[in-house]
């Protein structure tokens, strides 16, 4: 089943209005990844945390690792209309050499 | 350099028909995944393969099977086609671990009726 599970599940929000999406694993993950897929779209990677506590940025979008590696977060800051998407966490789980992907949380942003 | 491509963009299959799906990456990656994305869905991996001649099971595997006897290509076959199959398809890969950084291709959109 499912081991990766993100919430919320649908976001709408007024533009520039602030927007966070959290990422939680059952297990301990060895690193997280970020990705963001527009409507019609294919997955573009977005960034990769590794340290348990783990904190960056990209312009307008944080991104943290929690510290026992279990969960993480993104937040945008002052959403744009340009954000609109679904963003997937995506974590590889322990020892294991496979990537499992988040369910996903799909922000529509409103002019 | 073209990256991950795959083809076709679009199929219809009648039930019981199969396929091959293409994917090809010019970027000398070791790593080539299948994910499946049904609708409003996140991404499901079907088979990976590690290098040429190599290849696993991912989550959802059955009534699909791959081969990787280049480096570059990696095609997903799909025998018996069933409605259940009816997803949006990508290819992916990496350059030496699972844990770098996944390129996707466009997709294949498929539909089973």
């Known amino acids: 089943g499912q081991q990766v599970m993100q919430i919320p599940q649908y976001q709408h929000v007024q533009e520039g209005e602030d927007f966070t999406t959290y990422c939680n694993s059952s297990?301990?993950?060895?690193?997280i990844q970020w990705y963001k897929q527009r409507p019609g779209g294919h997955p573009v990677f977005l960034i990769q945390?590794?340290?348990?506590?783990e904190v960056k940025k990209q312009k307008r979008l944080t991104f943290q690792f929690g510290e026992a590696k279990k969960n993480s977060s993104l937040h945008i800051t002052a959403t744009q209309t340009t954000d609109v998407g679904t963003y997937f966490c995506?974590?590889?789980?322990?020892?294991?050499?496979?990537?499992?992907f988040g369910t996903g949380t799909r922000l529509q942003v409103f002019p | 350099n073209a990256g991950v491509t795959q083809t076709p963009k679009f199929r219809i299959l009648k039930i019981g028909q199969s396929m091959t799906l293409q994917c090809a990456q010019d970027m000398n990656h070791n790593y080539m995944y299948w994910y499946r994305q049904d609708p409003g869905m996140g991404l499901k991996l079907i088979y990976y393969s590690v290098g040429a001649g190599i290849t696993d099971k991912g989550e959802v595997p059955n009534g699909y099977n791959v081969s990787r006897s280049t480096t570059e290509d990696f095609p997903l076959r799909l025998e018996l086609a069933a409605p259940s199959q009816t997803s949006v398809y990508f290819c992916?890969?990496?350059?030496?671990?699972?844990?770098?950084?996944?390129?996707f291709g466009p997709g294949t959109r498929l539909t089973v009726l």
């Open positions: 945390l590794v340290k348990s506590g």
């Open positions: 995506a974590g590889t789980l322990g020892n294991t050499d496979k990537l499992i």
């Open positions: 297990t301990t993950l060895s690193n």
């Open positions: 992916a890969s990496s350059y030496i671990t699972i844990t770098d950084t996944q390129y």
